[in-house]
């Protein structure tokens, strides 16, 4: 049997998460547009993504309107990044990066780039890290943005989140950890 080890990529779906989803795919009475509120299926089928919205909410210590579906991890990054680089873009336009995040990272970096905003990208030490040390050290006054992975998806460095995330705090910098 193959060992799987890019699970911070893609991973096995939960049996309990594929037996809700088989038995909403089953149903006549749940697989309407759950966007579209013009008839019953779309309403129920609505309804079951506010639960599940409302589960994932509870599970993450947030609000329901915190949640945002998102089709994969590129576009989810992208949100993320792009949104709170131009939230707080009226505070300054530095963003700090590693030179070794993943590719959906560092393109939306590159994006930023082209408009107008500065990037600081990082080289990780002999080992494969960024340590917090580092990042404080890059962070300017007009700083608004530090996207660093938690675990290298092709090395298996795994950052001390914690500790970056500090020194954002700190700083009042946005930390968004892929």
Same mark, same amino acid.
């Given at each position: 049997?193959?060992?799987?080890?890019?699970?911070?990529?893609?991973?096995?779906?939960?049996?309990?998460?594929?037996? /809700?989803?088989?038995?909403?795919?089953?149903?006549?009475? @749940?697989?309407?547009?759950?966007?579209?509120?013009?008839?019953?299926?779309?309403?129920?089928?609505?309804?079951?993504?506010?639960?599940?919205?409302?589960?994932?909410?509870?599970?993450?210590?947030?609000?329901?309107?915190?949640?945002?579906?998102? @089709?994969?991890? /590129?576009?989810?990054?992208?949100?993320?990044?792009?949104?709170?680089?131009?939230?707080?873009?009226?505070?300054?336009?530095?963003?700090?990066?590693?030179? /070794?995040?993943?590719?959906?990272?560092?393109?939306?970096?590159?994006?930023?780039?082209?408009?107008?905003?500065?990037?600081?990208?990082?080289?990780?030490?002999? @080992?494969?890290?960024?340590?917090?040390?580092?990042?404080?050290?890059?962070?300017?006054?007009?700083?608004?943005?530090?996207?660093?992975?938690?675990?290298?998806?092709?090395?298996?460095?795994?950052?001390?989140?914690?500790?970056?995330?500090?020194?954002?705090?700190?700083?009042?910098?946005?930390?968004?950890?892929?």
């Amino acid at each position: 049997m193959p060992v799987y080890l890019d699970n911070a990529s893609t991973t096995p779906l939960d049996p309990r998460v594929a037996e /809700t989803m088989l038995r909403c795919l089953r149903s006549s009475d @749940s697989f309407g547009n759950p966007s579209a509120d013009t008839h019953e299926l779309g309403r129920k089928a609505h309804a079951l993504v506010e639960v599940a919205r409302d589960q994932v909410a509870a599970l993450i210590n947030a609000t329901s309107a915190e949640i945002i579906w998102t @089709s994969g991890a /590129t576009e989810s990054n992208n949100l993320a990044l792009i949104g709170a680089a131009y939230y707080r873009s009226v505070r300054g336009r530095h963003v700090v990066t590693s030179a /070794t995040e993943h590719k959906a990272v560092l393109s939306t970096c590159q994006y930023l780039e082209e408009q107008g905003f500065r990037v600081t990208y990082l080289e990780p030490d002999r @080992s494969g890290l960024v340590a917090p040390e580092a990042v404080k050290a890059a962070l300017k006054s007009d700083t608004i943005l530090v996207s660093i992975m938690h675990a290298n998806n092709e090395i298996g460095v795994v950052h001390d989140i914690a500790g970056i995330g500090a020194v954002c705090r700190e700083a009042d910098v946005v930390f968004h950890v892929d």
